[in-house]
């Protein structure tokens, strides 16, 4: 058992734990209360990984060029700016070609009509597929020896294990440390909930 615990400790201590993430949306205060009122305050229903972040029980409907995504959660808190984020499969089902893209980073990127009820905001910019990313502690960073905005490859520990090429690292003391990958990438390496990941060594 000792032996068994011990290998488990070594394996947790090389590996990050992978997250598949959603569809989902971020607004900001006044796109929030065009689509829902005046004075509207999310509800939390579920904490995230990451500190501070929680998916809400409020859901919306993304309508592009040639289709509509419904029942999009959004996520809280509020942002400064409104942001959407899909994967390429939701791109092809919307008609819209929207640019791989870090959270964040949306100048330059294309906008969406959301809708909620009979009401309707269309974003001028914001929708992008979010690029593969780490979120990681600064701690963890100097154990891994990564940094700040470095592109690193994974290898992932799944059940079509493959490696990600171009996975950046994001490093803050407001994190916790965990690998984000949007559901086409979780599909296509066999992902489960639970499921790891190495960093691999660079050349």
Do not use: W
Not at 29 to 43: A, H, K, S, V, W
Not at 79 to 108: C, H, K
Not at 155 to 166: A, D, S, V, Y
């Amino acid at each position: 058992m000792q032996i068994d615990r011990l290998a488990e400790e070594i394996v947790a201590r090389m590996t990050i734990e992978i997250e598949a993430s959603g569809r989902h949306v971020h607004l900001s205060r006044g796109d929030l209360e065009t689509l829902f009122g005046r004075g509207y305050q999310l509800n939390r229903v579920k904490d995230l990984s990451q500190p501070g972040q929680f998916a809400c029980a409020e859901r919306v409907t993304l309508a592009g060029p040639k289709g509509e995504l419904k029942n999009v959660v959004i996520l809280g808190p509020e942002r400064g700016e409104s942001q959407v984020e899909v994967s390429l499969t939701d791109a092809v089902a919307l008609g819209v070609t929207p640019p791989v893209r870090i959270s964040g980073s949306i100048e330059g990127t294309p906008g969406i009509a959301i809708r909620h009820g009979d009401r309707e905001i269309r974003l001028t910019k914001g929708l992008i597929v979010a690029k593969r990313h780490i979120h990681i502690t600064p701690e963890d960073a100097r154990r891994f020896g990564v940094a700040d905005k470095q592109d690193v490859r994974l290898r992932t520990f799944t059940g079509r294990p493959l490696i990600f090429e171009e996975v950046e690292v994001r490093v803050s003391e407001k994190f916790s440390t965990v690998v984000h990958i949007d559901y086409d990438e979780a599909n296509a390496c066999g992902f489960k909930k639970g499921d790891r990941g190495m960093i691999l060594p660079e050349g």
